[in-house]
């Protein structure tokens, strides 16, 4: 038999459809793939076996019956950092120790209405803080790619690292991710997967764990770009439960898919050509160009001359609004409560046993800026940088490019326990120097694998639209695809 | 701008995070570090710069001010702590 691990969710559809497979079938054989592998990558908190079974025999009826969803019996992996009704959600941090919320978050109930199956909970940085999986209190996930002929363990990324090596491995079809800086297209370009964070707005954020409010969107990672199209389908919706979530109809992206690229400007921003990024990257980047060229895209070198800004504005506006998020973990109402001597030793202890060492770095940072006498000079400041920075695209959108090509990191994964990275927060820090813009003005974008260096680690290529023309990066993304073939970790786990 | 070990222990106790001496000393270091980076933003030129409020050029939406969820006492206390008869239970803070 076939291993029904390696269908996509695209052919799982089909081959469920045409009743070729069942999805009890298909839920026991990830069920059985993260039993294998689990132990080795810790991509997954938690697993649910019984729902996920459970689930997948409500699938079979309503497949049966002829009326599944558009996700009916697709295995998914969720992020913790989602709220799952009944199930383990802790954003991977001790201080949520035990909750396990009475309500189920917005797109995660869009995936179940859509008939998909949930196979457990994804490990990820504590608070979706980090870039490399290694602040989860569960312990570092393991990238499953590994340089040719070593067997030193690297790191998926962060903060969605659990659902990237979920993925990557074939622990789940796809998988629901947040990114605030970088956090799905990070570790998807580590992992040689696909991500994409979507428009600010087209993902609801009620029920999911808040970090930095106006910047977290939710999204998928995927084994491809079409099964990436269809899990944000079902993801996105208009939600009167967010305030932010924008009134306007969810397109089916999965129809741009192979649609030509004749008439597409894409634009080449010179700012990313950032000191001291390795050649292969400058390689990458520019074989990406031709691919898009010889599609039929027109190619014009743009400027966002504010680029270099995006990251330190993002270290204030992140931390700020992390540390006013973070302030209800106080012992009270729900997770760790550590006893003191009156009612303010007991926050204050619960809160340093609670937290990890990155989230009290952020939540001292955001303190700090918002603190009497310094909000105008770090965060105001912030704020209006974060505007030019939101005007540096609208210009080159204004001009007329359809989408952006850069690279996604500005380098391949790097080893668990790095020393330098570990030392050094700024250091870890500068992994998101290409993503973070995206955040700042809101932006979607997507993270495709375009090639492997010369270790053989995947390295990704990132493509920036304009607000809620998701459509167009799918499109773009796909031709990138299409040249440069698909991924595999060679299974060593 | 850079902090001082008086200062990092102010900002903690605002954070209501319990730090120790050690916790501090390595706290001023690794905060420095990332104010220094943050410094630079002080080149860009922002005069006449309206501070960003909104990503997406839309109005914070609003719902008809009536009760549409409630009667879920169990369901707000159940991760609680510690609770009793449907309320909170916190350390002594009046005496």
């Known amino acids: 038999m076939t291993d029904l691990t390696a269908l996509t969710i695209a052919e799982a559809r089909d081959q469920l459809k045409a009743k070729a497979i069942t999805a009890t079938e298909l839920t026991g054989a990830y069920l059985q793939a993260i039993e294998n592998a689990n132990e080795a990558l810790n991509a997954y908190i938690v697993t649910t076996p019984e729902k996920a079974l459970e689930m ?43 909750f396990k919320p009475h309500y189920e978050s917005t797109v995660t109930a869009n995936l179940w209405a859509d008939g998909a199956v949930m196979l457990g909970k994804l490990n990820m940085d504590e608070f979706a803080m980090g870039s490399s999986n290694e602040s989860s209190y569960y312990g570092p996930v393991k990238n499953p790619w590994r340089a040719k002929g070593s067997n030193v363990d690297l790191v998926p990324g962060g903060s969605s690292g659990g659902s990237a090596a979920a993925v990557a491995a074939r622990l789940c079809a796809g998988a629901t991710a947040t990114d605030t800086g970088g956090s799905i297209r990070q570790p998807a370009a580590f992992t040689g997967t696909v991500g994409i964070k979507p428009t600010y707005g087209r993902c609801s954020r009620w029920g999911i764990v808040a970090f930095a409010s106006s910047l977290d969107q939710a999204g998928p990672i995927a084994r491809d770009v079409r099964d990436a199209a269809i899990l944000l389908r079902s993801m996105a919706s208009v939600d009167a439960k967010d305030t932010t979530s924008v009134d306007i109809a969810v397109p089916d992206y999965e129809a741009v898919i192979g649609k030509p690229l004749a008439g597409i400007k894409i634009g080449i921003p010179k700012e990313y050509r950032v000191d001291g990024m390795p050649e292969e990257i400058e390689k990458l980047w520019q074989q990406g160009i031709s691919w898009l060229k010889d599609a039929g895209a027109t190619i014009v070198d743009i400027s966002l001359p504010h680029t270099k800004y995006a990251l330190p504005a993002y270290y204030i506006v992140a931390p700020a609004e992390a540390s006013s998020n973070l302030a209800r973990y106080d012992g009270v109402r729900y997770g760790l409560r550590v006893p003191g001597k009156d009612i303010v030793d007991m926050y204050e202890n619960t809160r340093a046993k609670g937290f990890g060492e990155e989230v009290k770095r952020r939540i001292m940072i955001g303190t700090y800026v918002l603190s009497a006498g310094y909000y105008d000079a770090y965060y105001l400041q912030a704020q209006k940088v974060r505007t030019l920075i939101k005007k540096d695209f609208e210009d080159a959108f204004h001009a007329g490019v359809d989408a952006i090509l850069t690279p996604a990191t500005p380098s391949a994964a790097f080893g668990i326990a790095d020393q330098e990275m570990n030392s050094d927060p700024v250091k870890m820090y500068l992994n998101d120097i290409f993503t973070v813009t995206v955040n700042m003005a809101g932006l979607p974008g997507i993270a495709v694998p375009a090639g492997l260096d010369s270790r053989g680690l995947p390295l990704g290529l990132q493509l920036i639209g304009r607000p809620f023309d998701e459509e167009t990066l799918f499109q773009t993304a796909y031709v990138i695809e299409q040249a440069a073939g698909k991924f595999n970790a060679p299974k060593w786990w | 701008m850079s902090v001082d070990t008086a200062t990092v222990k102010r900002v903690a106790n605002l954070a209501r995070i319990a730090v120790t001496e050690d916790d501090v000393s390595r706290m001023t270091g690794q905060l420095n570090a990332i104010l220094g980076f943050v410094e630079q933003l002080n080149e860009v030129n922002v005069e006449g710069v309206e501070p960003m409020t909104s990503v997406t050029p839309m109005a914070m939406k609003k719902r008809q001010d009536v009760v549409t969820d409630g009667d879920k006492v169990a369901d707000i206390v159940a991760n609680a702590p510690t609770t009793e008869e449907n309320f909170f239970v916190v350390p002594k803070v009046v005496e």
């Open chain 1, 56 to 98: 997948a025999k409500a699938s079979d009826a309503r497949l049966a019956a002829g009326n599944g969803g558009a996700l009916e019996g697709i295995p998914l992996g969720i992020k913790d950092l989602f709220g799952t009704e009944g199930v383990h959600t802790q954003a991977a941090s001790h201080i949520l120790d035990g």
